[in-house]
Structures are given as structure tokens and as C-alpha cells.
């Protein structure tokens, strides 16, 4: 086998793979959606995807994690989304388009998307690790923010604040955007809510 046989053959895995976990989500809130969390098993989802229990644990350690995704990855696409932005922008408007980018990339999986708001809006068992998830991409950019306004974290409050404003815009425009069924434009939405935040949110 020549190298280049050996990248094309590694590329079909881990293409393999991606495909395997994306239908490892979308069977497991599927499934949720339609029975509830506590009526849905691991093995219920790996039969649905036709593959092993074990296969499953391969990729998640438990089902609620199938249900919430990865959020490590989406942190860390969220980063250099943010770092793409020319240094030059300032941080706020920086924040609105790495806000928008995520917006314009959940559109494309809107199905997808609004089955998961759907699973966590009918099970609050999940807001537990969802917010553990949340907090943990909100340091990730945080840390972004800091290094993009020269400070360190801790200190002044300004990235803290930035970016717990500029995550709650971003959450604020996720939820409306599922009670109009993805009817209206999230990218706008987002848009919207840094309007208001750049305003000073003044009074309606």
C-alpha cells in the first residue's frame, strides 16, 4: 500500500467515524423526543444505528452525552472562529461575528438542532450537564477574549463579562429561534441581541 492509498484510507475512517457519531446523536434525541429520556436505553440507540453497545461507548460514555454533543469541539471551533477575526476589530463586534458564524453553521443542521432544543426543553434533567458543558466553552472563550484585549483574566472583569454578555445574546437568539419552529433567520436573531448589547439595552 502506497501513502497515498494509506491517507485515503485513514480519511474514509475517520470519515466513517464522524458519520457514525452524528447518527449516534440523531438517533439518541430521536428517540428521546418520542419516548422520553428515562424510556430510551444506550442499547436502544446503538440497535437504531445498527452497531454495538460497545461502539456506542466508543464515542459517548453515557446517552445524555449523546444527546448534548460534543461541546469540547464546539469550543474549541468557537475560538478560532473568534481568533480569525482581524485584531483590529473590537472585541465586542469580534464576539457578534464569531456569535454569527455559529448561527449560520446551526442553521445548516437546523433539523438536527431543533430536536435537540426540543429533548432539553422536555427533559430538565439534562440543564445539569448542559451548563457544565456551557461553562466550560464560555472559560474556553473567555481565555480568547482576554488574549484578544491584552488582559489578563481575573482582574479587570472586562472579558468575563464580554463573554458571559455576548453567550447569553447567542442563547437568547437560540431560544426564540426554536419557539418560531426555525421559521426566522438565526444568524439575524444573534444580530439583534448585539444590537441591544451595543445600545446598552436601552428600554424597549
Not at 53 to 80: H, M, V, W
Amino acid at each position: 500500500m502506497t501513502i497515498v492509498d494509506s491517507a485515503e484510507e485513514l480519511g474514509r475512517r475517520d470519515r466513517k467515524k464522524l458519520e457514525t457519531r452524528a447518527a449516534l446523536e440523531h438517533a439518541a434525541l430521536t428517540l428521546v423526543a418520542e419516548r422520553g429520556l428515562a424510556a430510551v436505553t444506550v442499547e436502544d440507540i446503538a440497535e437504531a444505528v445498527d452497531v454495538s453497545s460497545r461502539t456506542f461507548f466508543n464515542y459517548f460514555p453515557s446517552k445524555e452525552d449523546a444527546l448534548i454533543g460534543s461541546g469540547k469541539a464546539s469550543a474549541a471551533e468557537l475560538c478560532q472562529m473568534l481568533d480569525a477575526v482581524p485584531a483590529r476589530v473590537p472585541v465586542l463586534e469580534a464576539l457578534r461575528l464569531m456569535a454569527r458564524a455559529e448561527a449560520e453553521r446551526v442553521q445548516e443542521q437546523r433539523e438536527q438542532w431543533l430536536l435537540r432544543l426540543k429533548v432539553f426543553e422536555q427533559n430538565p434533567s439534562l440543564l445539569p450537564r448542559l451548563v457544565a458543558s456551557g461553562s466550560e466553552t464560555e472559560r474556553a472563550v473567555m481565555v480568547a477574549v482576554a488574549r484578544r484585549a491584552g488582559v489578563t483574566p481575573c482582574t479587570s472583569g472586562y472579558p468575563e463579562l464580554a463573554t458571559a454578555a455576548a453567550l447569553a445574546a447567542f442563547r437568547v437568539a437560540m431560544l426564540r429561534w426554536s419557539a418560531a419552529h426555525g421559521r426566522t433567520s438565526l444568524a439575524g436573531l444573534v444580530d439583534e441581541g448585539f444590537d441591544q448589547l451595543a445600545a446598552g439595552l436601552p428600554n424597549p
